[in-house]
Protein backbone atom coordinates (compact mmCIF):
# COMPACT_ATOMS: atom_id res chain seq x y z
CA UNK A 1 0.00 0.00 0.00
CA UNK A 2 1.18 3.55 -1.05
CA UNK A 3 0.76 5.94 2.08
CA UNK A 4 -0.37 8.96 -0.43
CA UNK A 5 -3.51 6.94 -0.63
CA UNK A 6 -4.38 8.65 2.72
CA UNK A 7 -3.69 12.10 1.61
CA UNK A 8 -7.56 12.81 0.78
CA UNK A 9 -9.49 11.64 3.84
CA UNK A 10 -6.62 12.34 6.19
CA UNK A 11 -8.18 14.24 9.89
CA UNK A 12 -5.83 14.15 12.70
CA UNK A 13 -8.31 14.07 15.41
CA UNK A 14 -8.11 12.24 18.42
CA UNK A 15 -12.23 10.25 17.59
CA UNK A 16 -12.17 7.45 19.49
CA UNK A 17 -9.69 7.88 22.01
CA UNK A 18 -11.00 8.47 25.56
CA UNK A 19 -11.85 11.69 27.29
CA UNK A 20 -9.48 12.57 30.22
CA UNK A 21 -10.33 14.03 33.69
CA UNK A 22 -9.50 17.82 31.89
CA UNK A 23 -12.65 17.62 29.71
CA UNK A 24 -14.55 16.92 32.99
CA UNK A 25 -15.64 20.49 34.26
CA UNK A 26 -14.91 20.80 38.27
CA UNK A 27 -17.80 19.33 40.46
CA UNK A 28 -19.65 16.58 41.99
CA UNK A 29 -20.29 13.80 39.62
CA UNK A 30 -20.94 9.82 39.49
CA UNK A 31 -19.04 7.25 37.78
CA UNK A 32 -18.96 3.61 36.82
CA UNK A 33 -15.77 1.96 36.85
CA UNK A 34 -15.29 0.59 33.20
CA UNK A 35 -12.46 -0.76 34.05
CA UNK A 36 -9.30 -0.39 36.08
CA UNK A 37 -5.79 -2.09 34.81
CA UNK A 38 -2.32 -2.34 35.56
CA UNK A 39 -0.39 -0.97 32.53
CA UNK A 40 3.12 -0.05 31.56
CA UNK A 41 3.62 3.34 29.71
CA UNK A 42 5.47 2.84 26.70
CA UNK A 43 8.05 5.78 26.97
CA UNK A 44 9.44 4.98 30.33
CA UNK A 45 7.87 1.17 30.88
CA UNK A 46 6.79 2.40 34.45
CA UNK A 47 3.64 1.33 36.08
CA UNK A 48 0.44 3.26 36.22
CA UNK A 49 -3.01 2.27 36.65
CA UNK A 50 -5.21 3.10 34.55
CA UNK A 51 -9.24 3.55 35.01
CA UNK A 52 -11.63 3.84 32.70
CA UNK A 53 -15.18 5.67 33.79
CA UNK A 54 -18.71 6.21 32.70
CA UNK A 55 -20.01 9.60 33.50
CA UNK A 56 -23.57 8.84 34.91
CA UNK A 57 -24.50 12.42 36.85
CA UNK A 58 -22.74 15.49 36.72
CA UNK A 59 -22.39 19.13 35.62
CA UNK A 60 -20.84 17.73 32.28
CA UNK A 61 -19.54 14.81 29.80
CA UNK A 62 -22.95 12.50 30.95
CA UNK A 63 -22.71 9.28 29.25
CA UNK A 64 -19.21 9.84 28.01
CA UNK A 65 -16.32 7.29 29.09
CA UNK A 66 -13.76 8.86 31.11
CA UNK A 67 -9.85 8.09 31.45
CA UNK A 68 -8.12 8.57 34.56
CA UNK A 69 -4.47 7.33 35.43
CA UNK A 70 -2.93 6.79 38.84
CA UNK A 71 0.77 7.21 38.97
CA UNK A 72 3.18 5.38 41.43
CA UNK A 73 6.02 8.12 42.18
CA UNK A 74 5.46 8.47 46.17
CA UNK A 75 4.66 6.70 49.18
CA UNK A 76 2.10 9.46 50.01
CA UNK A 77 0.46 8.56 46.31
CA UNK A 78 0.17 5.11 46.77
CA UNK A 79 -1.38 5.57 50.29
CA UNK A 80 -4.38 7.83 48.92
CA UNK A 81 -4.97 5.66 45.91
CA UNK A 82 -5.38 3.13 48.84
CA UNK A 83 -7.85 5.18 50.88
CA UNK A 84 -9.71 5.30 47.50
CA UNK A 85 -10.26 1.96 46.96
CA UNK A 86 -10.92 1.61 50.50
CA UNK A 87 -14.45 3.75 49.68
CA UNK A 88 -15.20 1.48 47.16
CA UNK A 89 -15.13 -1.13 49.45
CA UNK A 90 -12.02 -3.18 49.09
CA UNK A 91 -10.10 -3.86 52.46
CA UNK A 92 -7.12 -2.28 51.80
CA UNK A 93 -6.31 -1.55 55.63
CA UNK A 94 -5.41 -5.41 55.33
CA UNK A 95 -3.40 -5.33 52.25
CA UNK A 96 0.14 -5.28 54.57
CA UNK A 97 3.23 -7.76 54.09
CA UNK A 98 2.47 -8.71 57.96
CA UNK A 99 -1.42 -10.21 56.78
CA UNK A 100 1.23 -12.07 53.92
CA UNK A 101 -1.11 -9.78 52.18
CA UNK A 102 0.73 -7.34 49.94
CA UNK A 103 -0.33 -3.87 48.62
CA UNK A 104 1.28 -4.87 45.35
CA UNK A 105 -0.57 -8.62 45.14
CA UNK A 106 -3.81 -7.39 46.69
CA UNK A 107 -4.24 -4.84 44.02
CA UNK A 108 -3.33 -6.41 41.32
CA UNK A 109 -6.14 -9.40 42.36
CA UNK A 110 -8.81 -6.62 43.09
CA UNK A 111 -8.56 -4.60 40.12
CA UNK A 112 -10.83 -6.93 37.94
CA UNK A 113 -13.62 -6.86 40.68
CA UNK A 114 -13.76 -2.81 40.59
CA UNK A 115 -15.77 -3.24 37.07
CA UNK A 116 -19.75 -1.77 37.66
CA UNK A 117 -18.78 -0.08 41.02
CA UNK A 118 -20.48 3.15 41.10
CA UNK A 119 -18.96 6.01 43.18
CA UNK A 120 -19.66 10.16 43.74
CA UNK A 121 -16.21 11.86 43.44
CA UNK A 122 -15.74 15.58 42.80
CA UNK A 123 -13.35 16.50 40.55
CA UNK A 124 -10.97 19.17 41.53
CA UNK A 125 -8.71 21.55 39.25
CA UNK A 126 -5.65 23.04 40.97
CA UNK A 127 -3.13 25.67 39.66
CA UNK A 128 0.23 24.96 41.78
CA UNK A 129 1.17 28.82 40.36
CA UNK A 130 4.06 26.50 39.16
CA UNK A 131 3.21 26.53 35.84
CA UNK A 132 1.32 23.15 35.82
CA UNK A 133 -2.18 22.75 36.51
CA UNK A 134 -3.40 19.70 38.45
CA UNK A 135 -6.88 17.60 37.50
CA UNK A 136 -7.36 15.14 40.50
CA UNK A 137 -10.66 12.68 40.86
CA UNK A 138 -11.30 12.87 45.01
CA UNK A 139 -13.14 10.02 45.10
CA UNK A 140 -16.15 10.65 48.35
CA UNK A 141 -18.36 7.48 48.39
CA UNK A 142 -19.14 4.44 46.81
CA UNK A 143 -22.97 4.47 45.49
CA UNK A 144 -25.50 1.67 46.03
CA UNK A 145 -28.31 0.91 43.84
CA UNK A 146 -27.36 2.92 40.78
CA UNK A 147 -27.99 2.13 37.46
CA UNK A 148 -24.86 2.32 34.97
CA UNK A 149 -25.21 3.74 31.68
CA UNK A 150 -25.75 1.25 28.94
CA UNK A 151 -22.07 -0.62 28.04
CA UNK A 152 -19.82 0.91 24.95
CA UNK A 153 -16.83 -0.06 23.65
CA UNK A 154 -14.11 1.51 25.16
CA UNK A 155 -10.85 2.82 22.91
CA UNK A 156 -7.75 0.47 24.46
CA UNK A 157 -4.90 2.44 22.92
CA UNK A 158 -2.97 4.71 25.58
CA UNK A 159 -2.29 8.27 24.70
CA UNK A 160 2.02 7.86 25.79
Known sequence: MSLDQFDKEYNPSDAGKPLTLESL??????????SAALVKTERTGEDILRWMYR?????????????????FRSQVSVNI??????????????WTVGN?????????????GLAGITFSAAKVTTDKGNGKVYHN??????VSGASPMPEQPIENDLPF
Do not use: W
Open 81 to 94: LGADLALLGLPTST
Open 25 to 34: EDGVYVLTVQ
Open 137 to 142: LRIKTR
Open 55 to 71: VVQGPSMVGSVVESVNF
Open 100 to 112: GKPFSKMMRESLP
